[in-house]
T-cell receptor, first 114, second 116 residues
Framework: SQQGEEDPQALSIQEGENATMNCSYKTSINNLQWYRQNSGRGLVHLILIRSNEREKHSGRLRVTLDTSKKSSSLLITASRAADTASYFCATDAAGGTSYGKLTFGQGTILTVHP | DTGVSQNPRHKITKRGQNVTFRCDPISEHNRLYWYRQTLGQGPEFLTYFQNEAQLEKSRLLSDRFSAERPKGSFSTLEIQRTEQGDSAMYLC??????????????FGPGTRLTVT
């Protein structure tokens, strides 16, 4: 079953605008990761945020994590047509012996119009 | 190219046939994961290895599925007596995982299986 749920399911914006995607999850986590997937391709790792971190930046990406609300957001600033892809959040559950195993959400399909 | 590679990239098979997929991880990575992704969904965990040891199998992995990682290098995923419901993208990922830290996974391009 999918732990993470992304919102919105689809997002359509113009080039230059910002895109915000949200992810909610159910259990305690060790870390949360965001991945991008271009149509029919493998996943590309974007950013990892640990459970004791609240915000992280990487280039045009900004990720926030609120463990009290069990939610995360991914902000892409100054979007480009090349950012068109599906974006997935994935959680690494805390506790147990199976650390490192990721549980993915259903993804947000982002379309950036030139 | 030193990334994760998967072969074949596409496989079309008839129901009831057996298929085998191969994954070559990044060479120094000790962890190898298999995921399955159906259209419009996120990847779902199937199984993972730490070196040559298979540490966990998902309940999604029926008895028809078997995975190996001999010598802790490449891995194979075999599906016996394929069913139409097995049609999906099978993704492999690897990571260098040292203890209980947080590590990113590097994904291969996937093998798309179509069962007719």
């Amino acid at each position: 079953s999918q732990q993470g749920e992304e919102d919105p399911q689809a997002l359509s914006i113009q080039e230059g605008e910002n895109a915000t995607m949200n992810c909610s999850y159910k259990t305690s986590i060790n870390n949360l990761q965001w991945y991008r997937q271009n149509s029919g391709r493998g996943l590309v790792h974007l950013i990892l945020i640990r459970s004791n971190e609240r915000e992280k930046h990487s280039g045009r990406l900004r990720v926030t994590l609120d463990t009290s609300k069990k939610s995360s957001s991914l902000l892409i600033t100054a979007s480009r047509a090349a950012d068109t892809a599906s974006y997935f959040c994935a959680t690494d559950a805390a506790g147990g012996t199976s650390y490192g195993k990721l549980t993915f959400g259903q993804g947000t399909i982002l379309t950036v119009h030139p | 190219d030193t990334g994760v590679s998967q072969n074949p990239r596409h496989k079309i098979t008839k129901r009831g046939q057996n298929v085998t997929f191969r994954c070559d991880p990044i060479s120094e990575h000790n962890r190898l994961y298999w995921y399955r992704q159906t259209l419009g969904q996120g990847p779902e965990f199937l199984t993972y290895f730490q070196n040559e040891a298979q540490l966990e199998k998902s309940r999604l992995l029926s008895d028809r599925f078997s995975a190996e990682r001999p010598k802790g290098s490449f891995s194979t995923l075999e599906i016996q007596r394929t069913e139409q419901g097995d049609s999906a993208m099978y993704l492999c990922a690897s990571s260098l995982t040292l203890g209980r830290g947080s590590y990113e996974q590097y994904f291969g391009p996937g093998t798309r299986l179509t069962v007719t």
